[in-house]
């Protein structure tokens, strides 16, 4: 069993950075690969990005790719998400998730833990 908690999001305008934070409890964080989702009003759960559990692995949906880097601290087990030149549509319920395997995956119902969410909103 793990715990999710994320922090860090907020209102930026069009053109901004932010970078979420995601802190984990209980089993050891190191041996799960950790993502990000969101999930914007009226639309599905989608995936953003999802890095391996030495860190050396990254994976992102091609909507963020150039603009988001995720990244984790296992000393702090913590996974972050940096977020810039963002955009309206990137306005959403950020999620941090985590999955007990060696495989990076996209698909929702494969990841095991979830936290509670973040709001990122950005303005135009």
């Known amino acids: 069993q793990v715990q999710l908690g994320e922090s860090g999001g907020g209102l930026v305008q069009a053109g901004g950075s932010l970078r979420l934070s995601c802190a984990a409890s209980?089993?050891?964080?190191?041996?799960?690969?950790m993502g990000w989702f969101r999930q914007a009003p009226g639309k599905e759960r989608e995936f953003v990005a999802a890095?391996?559990?030495?860190?050396?692995?990254?994976l992102y949906a091609d909507s963020v790719k150039g603009r988001f880097t995720i990244s984790r601290d296992n000393a702090k087990n913590t996974v972050y998400l940096q977020m810039n030149s963002l955009k309206p549509e990137d306005t959403a319920v950020y999620y941090c998730?985590?999955?007990?395997?060696?495989?990076?995956?996209?698909?929702?119902?494969?990841?095991?833990?979830w936290g509670q969410g973040t709001q990122v909103t950005v303005s135009s």
């Open positions: 209980g089993r050891i964080f190191s041996i799960y690969v």
């Open positions: 890095i391996n559990r030495r860190g050396g692995s990254t």
């Open positions: 998730a985590a999955h007990r395997s060696v495989v990076l995956t996209t698909t929702l119902k494969e990841w095991d833990y």
